[in-house]
């Protein structure tokens, strides 16, 4: 994607309220990620584990997104991300909800997806992040990219109602 600067991607935001996004805690080295590698931005706010923030492109321009990352019940076990299908140990993957946006969200509606819980999709798609084991598949890269980028869309068209 595109880089993005702290004020578009802090108006690029669907389901919070002017005032979250204002507050909401935005990372200081935007400059230097590897914009080219990313089909999405994702990041965590350090001080609030809790929370999470996604960014990406769509057709009408920067879509964000705020989740709040669901407790981990600390069992041992594998699971997959829905977006890029990475498999991970234990706490790798998280159920991240969305406030769906406008009145619905006013209504408490939220929409769910278990993501990787560092958001890092795209680096584990090509290989510069190890999650340990990835399932084997005869499909490309671009075939991958593409399969995360119709999945996440899904999610962010149903969060953006
Ligand atoms: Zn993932």
New binding site residues.
């Given amino acids: 994607m595109n880089p993005v600067t702290e004020a578009a991607l802090r108006a690029s935001f669907v389901n919070c309220t002017k005032g979250e996004t204002q507050r909401l805690a935005v990372p200081k080295d935007l400059a230097t990620r590897p914009w080219d590698d990313l089909d999405f931005f994702g990041w965590r706010d350090p001080s609030a584990p809790e929370r999470a923030y996604l960014i990406a492109e769509s057709p009408t321009g920067l879509v964000g997104v705020a989740l709040r990352v669901a407790a981990q019940t600390g069992q041992a076990r594998r699971s997959m991300?829905s977006?890029?299908l990475?498999t991970h140990t234990a706490d790798g993957v998280s159920l991240m909800t969305a406030r769906k946006a406008g009145k619905e969200g006013r209504q408490g509606n939220s929409v769910g997806a278990y993501?990787?819980t560092d958001l890092a999709?795209s680096l584990?798609l090509r290989g510069k992040k190890d999650a340990g084991r990835r399932i084997d598949e005869s499909i490309t890269l671009e075939q991958k990219i593409e399969r995360t980028t119709s999945s996440l869309g899904a999610f962010l068209h149903k969060v953006a109602g």
């Fill in positions: 991300c977006f890029c990475t993501i990787c999709c584990y």
